[in-house]
């Protein structure tokens, strides 16, 4: 099998939707909303999708959106692993683009968890079968958030990491939020802050948490070919991988290495690339511990050094590793599946539409999502040729 | 008033496992074929496939992996305990276990202190696994 990459398909649209607390609004209209942006994005019409990929309108996400927006796709994916899904998507979407089995194809995405106020910490409901229902909820495990921590306490004793590092990369994030006007978060913030927020679940404080805000995004794919006659400069798929490692958190095999250190390797072999090739990073924060550990992981240090990488400010505006530059999930929304955030900040630093928080000469992107208990990975690295 | 805390739900997969609990006598399986020692139970052994486990009773010695201390509770149910530990236990027989670690303040609790498995009859008919520090530990 070769690993050729996909450098024959483009990311040619990309929007979000409105954002923050939309009560007004339902989830799938939100996703709408940002599919119709993008397409408008991209100078694509509706008509020409052929290639659906969503979920989380019930058990057949794709099938009732499609039914929404009037869509008969010729490929259709429901996936669904968590945060990481829409970048995982990219490559699903390449995939099927490249074996012809679509030409332009929509991935999207929409939540309304904030209105809803659905982001209990227990949890949602689920089958009291579940392994999740018998063997961790009767144990109070705040979920995700529990889970994360238990990541968190692990790599500080194994590692001697420390909150103030954890709130390093808060702090970074709030500040590219504060040169994104639709960040929801903008306000200065200090480590001490960070620090002086109430734990929540230790050692996690409050300010190491992710925002809970409604939203939605879209991204338009196709070939690059049909790019050529599109508004936008194309950005290629140079690389892609995605992996799954465990559901509940007993069954992660070290809480300190994730599905990251499986899809990086191998996403970065896929675009003949390395770490260091990597101008713009958009890694997501789900917590702070998460970018640790996939900085980590992704090789761009070595393990345990993370809390290092991230000192002195090193991932803010004008440091020397640009990371998160929307404000990430910290600070400028948090719908619930953050993945798809990280790909549209990418694609737009990649077109020199960052405006203020534009990083200098970006033409590789790395994004990198993240889903449910540490338990999927999904890694693009994307480019401007 | 206080909801009633989530209590496990025993499918056919599970059941014994839980009535072992509920007699205080924990165990994990054993495949049959490779002997790989798995949590949580389930019929087919995620390693080789063969589905012809055994039951081995564990020794109760465990070592606490890592550990969060839950300032806010998960639910109402847990709101009267609060704060409260969640851990993950290493036990000597080579499987990790999410339960509360109990009798340990959040002071107390360390990376890799030894544990011990004790038991609580949380409800008529539902008993849950809980770990204390091995008596000098802390
Ligand atoms: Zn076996």
Redesign the pocket.
Known sequence: MKPAGFRDVALVGVAESDLGRVPGKTAIQLAAEASARALADAGLRKSGVDGLFTFGFGRMGAVQFGEYLRLRPRYSDSSFMGGSTPVAFIAHAAAAISAGLCQVALVCYGSTQASDAARKLGGTPEDPRLPSSQYERPFGLPTPLGAYALAATRHMAVYGTTSDQLAEIAVATRSWAALNPIAMMRGPLTIADVLASPVIASPLHRLDCCLVTDGGGALVITTRERARDLARVPIVVLGVAETHTHQIISQMPDLTVTGAAATGPRAFAMAGLGPGDIDVAEIYDSFTITVLLTLEDLGFCTKGEGGAFVAKQRTAPGGDFPLNTQGGGLSYCHPGVFGIFTVIEAVRQLRGEGGTRQVADASVALCHGTGGVLSSSGTAILGRL | MALARPLPTPDHESAEFWRRVGAHALAVQR?G??G?VRFYPRAL?P??L?DQPDWVPVSGRGTLYSFTVCYRPASEAFADRTPYIVALVDLAEGVRLLANLVDCTPEQARVGMPVTLAYDDAAPGATLYVFRPEAGAA
């Open positions: 495949c074929a490779c790989t052994c390693e080789c063969n």
